[in-house]
């Protein structure tokens, strides 16, 4: 299967971001600029931005997705909020293992995998992001570690579930830095991401997986990554949050 049959898929993620208030102002900014997209288009959002987001894309071709979600049906566990939960107010997307979970708030590859086999199991298609530090990438261990979180977050996870993964690369050395990895950085990864998705589940499922990168994509560098053989979408955080620079990349792989 070639690049061109895989679905592009552009997801923002606006992180700790926007009052609903300000949420509807960003989506009705972004609705018309992006109506005639050739890719799909997520926006990610806080959860009490989700209303009002579900709200206004109904209809459209934009979908809506939280940041995150947790992988007990229910109970004590204050503060998080159930793939259950979600999928009962029709939120068909989630971004789970964001290196900003993992970095702040103790995320392991294990629990990565329960989010996800909770999300699944909920109904839910899910953006799992993985990347090294500028640390790991000095050591030499990119390939390897890339590999391995992948594996474990895909423990368990079956080849018809794959249909509703997507795989986001984020080295963490370019996530709101302003450091983009360069076209070819990005699609060695992304490549060493397909081979293991190659050894788990077979041609097939590595073939037809989405594999997105992310880390300071912009209008102005999205053309050249997206142009990329293994390199299928981006995962957007800053520029999601102004509609002219994400419909700008949103452009960019509609042309891809
Ligand atoms: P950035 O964030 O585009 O601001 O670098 C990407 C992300 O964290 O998903």
């Known amino acids: 299967m070639k690049k061109s049959c895989r679905r592009a898929i552009i997801a923002g993620n606006w992180k700790m971001n926007k009052t609903p208030k300000e949420a509807e102002e960003l989506i009705r900014g972004i609705l018309p600029l992006v109506k005639d997209a050739d890719c799909e288009v997520i926006c990610c959002v806080p959860y009490v931005d989700l209303p009002v987001a579900l709200q206004l894309t109904n209809g459209s071709n934009v979908k809506v997705g939280s940041e995150n979600c947790h992988w007990e049906k229910s ?22 293992g964001h290196s900003e979970r993992r970095t702040y708030f103790g995320e392991t590859d294990v629990t990565v995998n329960k989010r996800i086999r909770a ?58 830095t302003g450091k983009t990895a360069t076209s070819e950085q990005a699609n060695e990864v992304c490549s060493v991401i397909r081979n293991t998705l190659k050894s788990l589940y077979g041609e097939k499922v590595s073939e037809g997986t989405t594999i997105q990168y992310g880390g300071s994509m912009k209008a102005k560098n999205a053309a050249e990554l997206l142009a990329q053989p293994d390199v299928d979408g981006g995962l957007i955080g800053g520029a999601s949050l102004k509609p002219d620079d994400f419909a700008a990349i949103v452009d960019a792989a509609s042309k891809g």
Do not use: H
Request: aromatic share 4%.
């Open 119 to 176: 999300a699944l199991d909920a109904g839910l298609s899910v953006i799992v992001c993985v990347g090294e530090s500028l640390e790991q990438r000095e050591q030499g261990i990119t390939s390897e570690l890339v590999s391995m979180q992948t594996k474990i977050a895909l423990n368990g996870v079956s080849e018809e579930e794959m249909k509703r993964m997507i795989i986001a690369y984020e080295p963490l050395w370019a996530i709101g």
């Open 75 to 96: 109970g004590a566990y204050t503060g998080e909020i159930s793939a259950d939960m979600l999928a009962s107010m029709e939120v068909p997307y989630v971004i789970i």
